[in-house]
């Protein structure tokens, strides 16, 4: 057919390509934000109005304001102990000083923090034993059966379910005179932990098991041992499969992470939303739709940075 | 003189009971020391199977595999394999792939020495600017030539070759024969070449067996290609000698897969010398027939 439209330029389908792909989602994010805000006007609740857009963004310099001022009570608590202590000792130079803790609630910026130490201490624990149990499982047929009753009887089992019988294990088993962690904390790091490691570990065996012949046939001619074939060979080719368990891994304690922290009391984002919903006041919604926002921002931020992992393992299609 | 490779009586088959499989069945072969083998089948007759056996990755369910007299060890670098499919490990340089072989096959030598036995063998397939590459950055005939520097650079008593060439088009395909051609010369190793193209075999090797179409395939009898070294392709075309070999190997090949060999042209075809006597006279074939004009937006585009 002869060329009667002009084809169209290269800038015109780039900027063709931006008003589509940033022009449609801001439109869905706009028509979103006004259908809340009329949610927000129309709904009443127990203690007030429904929160708009408006007012998570005012919570949002709320909470920044007293995180602020939280830390700034903290220092002040700090300087003024020093100031006692060398006043105690001026006045009995032989006396005992004992050095205190400041008791103060943590705000919500810390317990992001402390949400995120828990989170990658349990997803930590889970790849240790998920990804060498994972290259047992892939290499041995014998072992695979063996463990497949396990994976596929625990795998769906709810974080709600292992929480009790974590936390009580935990009492049990872990009560140095000096404790490193919280029991809170080691809690809902370990029910992270047993929660996200299937995906890692089912993964990886698929990964393990599906390695190339012609990879293995390699670690025969050159008669590597076990520990070198693994090494070598195995865990390189297995790599964009274990890390793709790993970026499921992540995302589920990340979601884990939330409900464990709720019942095990871990100071996280979790008994945030928790003890918002108990205190009840008017701020109480706003401050948790604050935190269901991080919650998802944070998720989103982990999957981007496991994604980026995982493609800088990927080799491309296996070399032909 | 013991043969470096003997097969006796050799058979190997996959599955069991009732989807049994006999990929390779009455195997006998002896490979010699220096020698240029060439085994010559069909796709699908089981010539991987066959390098397997050669190279200890498998053991015959009947008969013998042997290497110098002694039973078949399990796969060793003394047997060096260039797969199919190169088989390099995508996340190793080409440097990488070449000194894990070198670093496991000389554990004695000094990191210097095994890294310039490295350097020595990426020069000798001319890869040197390509070292610091991984193979999915390299086209396919730079990969085969990294599999097959990787597997001399383990100096191995028997180089074994499975359709080494077999994925490559015919220009990369004729510059590799004739490298593998001179590495052959350079190194005297005892060679093994499988592959479908009797005429690579009979350029490369110095005796071509036929492997019968499977299942229950099976070695034809040994030609000897008398041909002198260095051989030259093009010469090679015209010569009576090599058809004659070439045609013999084709004759076994399809008599083993139940069909008629090719008959030598009888008699000289003569094409009718047609010239059209006036070019504006003559009727454009495209437009009288109805398919085409069916395809109406091509002839538009024609026009």
Redesign the interface.
């Known amino acids: 057919?002869?060329a009667t439209t002009r084809a169209p330029g290269r800038l015109d389908s780039i900027l063709r390509a931006v008003a589509r792909n940033v022009g449609i989602p801001a439109l869905a994010i706009a028509l979103f934000l006004g259908l809340w805000s009329i949610a927000a006007h129309n709904i009443k609740v127990s203690f007030g109005s429904l929160p708009g857009p408006a007012a998570v963004v005012t919570e949002i310099g709320n909470l920044w304001q007293e995180h602020r001022s939280e830390v700034a009570r903290e220092q002040a608590f700090y300087v003024r102990q020093v100031e006692r202590k060398a006043a105690f000792l001026a006045e009995n130079p032989t006396g005992q000083w004992t050095e205190r803790k400041y008791a103060g609630h943590p705000t919500f910026f810390k317990q992001i923090l402390t949400s995120l130490e828990t989170v990658f201490t349990g997803f930590v624990i889970a790849s240790l034993i998920a990804v060498p149990l994972g290259i047992v499982c892939g290499l041995s047929k014998t072992l695979n059966l063996a463990f497949n009753p396990f994976i596929q009887l625990f795998k769906p089992v709810s974080p709600l379910a292992w929480l009790p019988i974590v936390m009580i294990l935990v009492s049990a088993l872990y009560n140095p005179p000096d404790p490193w962690f919280e029991k809170a904390f080691l809690s809902s790091a370990l029910t992270v932990a047993l929660c996200s490691l299937w995906p890692t570990l089912i993964n990886t065996a698929v990964g393990v098991a599906s390695i190339?012949q012609?990879?293995l046939?390699?670690a025969?001619?050159?008669?590597?041992g076990w520990l070198?074939k693994i090494w070598?060979?195995v865990l390189?080719?297995a790599?964009p499969h274990i890390f793709t368990g790993l970026r499921l891994s992540l995302s589920v304690g990340w979601m884990v992470l939330i409900a464990a922290e709720m019942l095990a009391q871990n100071p996280g984002l979790g008994k945030f939303v928790w003890d918002m919903f108990q205190n009840g006041s008017s701020e109480t919604l706003a401050q948790i739709m604050v935190a269901v926002f991080t919650i998802g921002l944070i998720g989103f931020a982990l999957d981007r940075a496991m994604l980026s992992l995982q493609r800088a393992v990927s080799?491309?299609?296996?070399?032909? | 003189m013991i043969p470096v490779i003997e097969l006796r009586a050799a058979a190997k088959g996959y599955g069991a009971g009732a989807t049994r499989s006999e990929v390779l069945a009455d195997l006998n072969l002896e490979l010699h020391d220096g020698e240029f083998l060439a085994i010559v089948g069909f796709s699908g007759s089981g010539k991987t199977t066959l390098i397997n056996l050669l190279a200890g990755l498998h053991a015959p369910d009947a008969g013998s595999v042997s290497l110098d007299g002694q039973p078949m060890p399990d796969a060793g670098p003394d047997r060096a394999l260039v797969f199919q499919n190169y088989s390099l490990l995508p996340w190793l340089t080409v440097h990488g792939n070449i000194a894990l072989a070198v670093d496991r096959v000389f554990p004695q030598w000094t990191a210097g020495q095994r890294r310039a036995h490295v350097e020595r063998y990426i020069a000798m397939v001319n890869l040197t600017p390509a070292r610091d590459k991984r193979p999915r950055q390299l086209s396919g005939g730079m990969r085969q030539r990294v599999a097959v520097a990787r597997a001399l650079a383990m100096e191995p008593r028997v180089l074994l070759l499975d359709e080494p060439l077999g994925a490559l088009d015919a220009l990369t395909r004729a510059v590799l024969q004739d490298e593998i051609s001179r590495i052959w010369q350079e190194n005297k190793k005892t060679v093994v070449l499988i592959t479908n193209d009797p005429d690579e075999a009979i350029l490369l090797a110095d005796r071509v067996v036929p492997l019968s179409a499977g299942p229950r395939a099976t070695f034809g009898p040994s030609f000897v290609i008398d041909i002198p070294r260095p051989r030259d392709r093009l010469a090679l075309n015209h010569d009576a000698h090599f058809k004659r070999l070439r045609k013999d190997v084709l004759d076994w090949l399809m008599t083993s897969a139940g069909r008629q060999p090719a008959r030598a042209a009888a008699r000289e075809l003569r094409l009718p010398a047609l010239v059209p006597a006036n070019l504006d006279q003559v009727r454009w074939i495209d437009r009288a027939l109805p398919h085409r004009r069916a395809a109406g937006a091509q002839k538009s585009k024609i026009s």
């Open positions: 057919m002869p190339d012609d990879y046939n390699v025969r001619v050159l008669r590597l070198a070598k060979i390189p080719a790599l080799f491309g299609a296996p070399a032909r």
